[in-house]
Nanobody, 121 residues
C-alpha cells in the first residue's frame, strides 16, 4: 500500500519561498499512469488543488497559482517537491500530498497526513 509523507518548515516569512517535499513509499512515482499532487486546505476556501506531476514528469498547475508554483521530482529517492514563491499570510494552510488517478477530475486514492504551514513574520 502506498504511503505519502510531507516534510518541510512549519513557519515561513512573507515574501519567502515555501518548499515542501513528499516522500512516497510502497510504490514508485514513475508507475503508469499516476499523478502526484499537492493540495492545500484552509477553513475559508476548503481544499484547493495546487498542481501535479505525472508519472512521466509532466507538470500541471492551478491557474491561480501557476505563476508562483513549481513542482519537481527526485525519482532516485521517490520524492516530489513543491516550491511556492512570494508567500503571503493567505498561503497559510495545511498542505497535503496525494496520489491522483487522473486529471482534470482528480481521484485521490492515497494522502499524506498533511503539514501545517504558517506564513508570518
Amino acid at each position: 500500500q502506498v504511503q505519502l509523507q510531507e516534510s518541510g518548515p512549519g513557519l515561513v516569512k512573507p515574501s519567502q519561498t515555501l518548499s515542501l517535499t513528499c516522500t512516497v513509499s510502497g510504490g514508485s512515482i514513475t508507475t503508469n499512469y499516476y499523478y502526484w499532487s499537492w493540495i492545500r486546505q484552509t477553513p475559508e476556501k476548503g481544499l484547493q488543488w495546487m498542481g501535479s506531476i505525472s508519472y512521466d514528469g509532466a507538470t500541471y498547475y492551478s491557474p491561480s497559482l501557476k505563476s508562483r508554483s513549481s513542482i519537481s521530482r527526485d525519482t532516485s529517492n521517490n520524492q516530489f517537491t513543491l516550491q511556492l514563491t512570494s508567500v503571503t499570510p493567505e498561503d497559510t494552510a495545511v498542505y497535503y500530498c496525494a496520489r491522483d488517478r487522473g486529471l482534470p477530475d482528480h481521484e485521490y486514492d492515497s494522502w499524506g497526513q498533511g503539514t501545517q504551514v504558517t506564513v508570518s513574520s
